[in-house]
């Protein structure tokens, strides 16, 4: 498997994992100018902008230590452009979903959830 389907088989793992804690999937792989957004969804009062990150195991460091503050500025960039054309009434959060898969998508996955993953 290479890595776009890697990512995109994360993303999808992802998606159910908030589907099955009761957030809606509003929008995914959003582009624009300024970045991509793996997940928006939306949960109780939040409008979750989330980046996934998928990796075999957290050896080398945990998966959400390569959100670097580059990406969240351009996480933050493209969320508030999605915020511009999309009106809402509900608080902006931005999260990590964390996929570990030592086996790749054959073997138990473990999945975290970090909410508030960094500052806006």
Do not use: W
């Not at 159910?16 to 100018?33: A, D, F, M, Q």
């Not at 902008?49 to 945990?62: I, Q």
């Amino acid at each position: 498997m290479g890595t776009r389907e890697l990512g995109r088989f994360g993303e999808e793992e992802a998606a159910k994992y908030l589907r099955r804690h009761g957030y809606r999937i509003v929008e995914t792989n959003y582009s624009c100018r300024f970045g991509e957004i793996d997940l928006i969804a939306r949960g109780g009062r939040y409008l979750v902008f989330a980046e996934v990150k998928l990796r075999k195991n957290d050896e080398f460091a945990p998966a959400r230590e390569f959100v670097t503050r580059a990406k969240q500025q351009r996480i933050l960039a493209a969320a508030s452009l999605y915020l511009a054309q999309h009106e809402t009434e509900l608080q902006p959060r931005f999260d990590v979903i964390e996929i570990y898969a030592p086996l790749g998508e054959r073997g138990k996955l473990t999945i975290n959830h970090i909410q508030d993953a960094f500052e806006t």
